[in-house]
């Protein structure tokens, strides 16, 4: 299995920002956060414009797919976390928590979920729908999640102030691409890897700053190898538990087999664009982002190795039969 080259370029990055964290620190003269904000703002332009109002109604009609989907990315997930949460009671514990949470709250990702599902042969066309139709929903139903258990001390969690960035920075821009998707949705064809490289690039400088100000804090200090092992462990876990449930649920609904495969890809993937974007908004400034941000960075990691191997095998059974 070839290591995937943003993953690699993630571990760069944080390399960077232990060496050199001046740039994203506080008192840094470069403007990475107003940086950061017009990237994002166009990351979710071009989005739009990837969107086709006539594929999003027909996407409609396999209803239950959708359903299922749509509750393991923003229900399953987030009900097993938080079954585990009376064992982290305290406020440092909650703070140990909440990354987990988080990563559990977000929507699925569009690219590496529709790929994975091309390879190993399932319902392109609802992967497509559902990868594209979860950032959307993520917008209102992740900032719910996390108000719930933000804790006081940690800032002012004003949901109606969050929404209003939302709205400017994210919903904004994307449904001004829907609107000129039938004008400009040509372009985003035709400079489709120029587009990629620019949203993983305005990632990679969120993450930057994100983990410059954790180290500068130190952070991490208390997080050990061993602390890495166990977060990579529940992690996983996580995910086969998620997987495992969709494939049940799956079978208990009389799923065909490109059905149940979409299920499962597209309900165990987490957007590691959106958890990005949305630790930038959600937590106040006096929040560990860096700390926020570790779990889902391990899980991005994790996500499209085991997939990869799931994928290449399902695609040569179906091949083969």
Request: proline residues 5%; aromatic residues 14%; positive net charge.
């Amino acid at each position: 299995m070839k290591i995937d080259r943003f993953v690699l370029a993630i571990i760069a990055t944080i390399t960077i920002a232990y060496f050199f964290p001046y740039w994203g620190s506080k008192d840094s003269t470069v403007p990475l956060d107003l940086i950061g904000s017009i990237g994002v703002s166009l990351i979710f332009f071009f989005y739009g414009l990837k969107l086709s109002p006539d594929k999003i109604k027909d996407g409609l009609k396999n209803w239950r797919l959708h359903v299922l989907v749509q509750s393991s990315t923003f229900l399953i997930f987030p009900l097993i976390v938080l079954g585990f949460k009376p064992f982290f009671l305290s406020e440092e514990g909650l703070t140990l928590w909440l990354p987990f949470l988080f990563l559990a709250a977000l929507p699925s990702t569009v690219s590496s979920s529709v790929v994975m599902v091309s390879i190993a042969k399932g319902n392109i066309p609802a992967a497509i729908f559902n990868a594209s139709i979860s950032g959307l929903i993520g917008i209102a139903i992740t900032p719910l999640w996390m108000e719930l258990f933000i804790p006081p001390t940690a800032g002012n969690f004003d949901l109606g102030a969050i929404y209003i960035k939302l709205i400017i920075e994210i919903l904004v821009p994307v449904m001004l691409g829907i609107a000129l998707q039938r004008y400009w949705g040509k372009f985003t064809n035709k400079y489709k890897s120029q587009l990629t490289l620019f949203d993983k690039s305005i990632i990679l400088l969120i993450i930057y700053k994100s983990f410059a100000e954790s180290f500068e804090d130190n952070v991490f200090s208390s997080v050990s190898i061993f602390d890495l092992f166990l977060i990579s462990g529940i992690i996983i876990g996580l995910f086969y538990s998620v997987y495992f449930l969709t494939g049940l649920i799956s079978n208990m609904l009389n799923f065909n087999t490109e059905d149940r495969i979409t299920a499962q890809f597209c309900g165990t993937k987490k957007s590691l664009v959106h958890g990005t974007v949305f630790s930038k908004i959600l937590f106040p400034s006096s929040f560990p982002i860096g700390l926020i941000l570790l779990p889902l960075m391990l899980f991005h990691a994790m996500q499209i190795f085991i997939i990869s191997i799931i994928a290449s095998k399902r695609g040569r059974r179906q091949t083969i039969s």
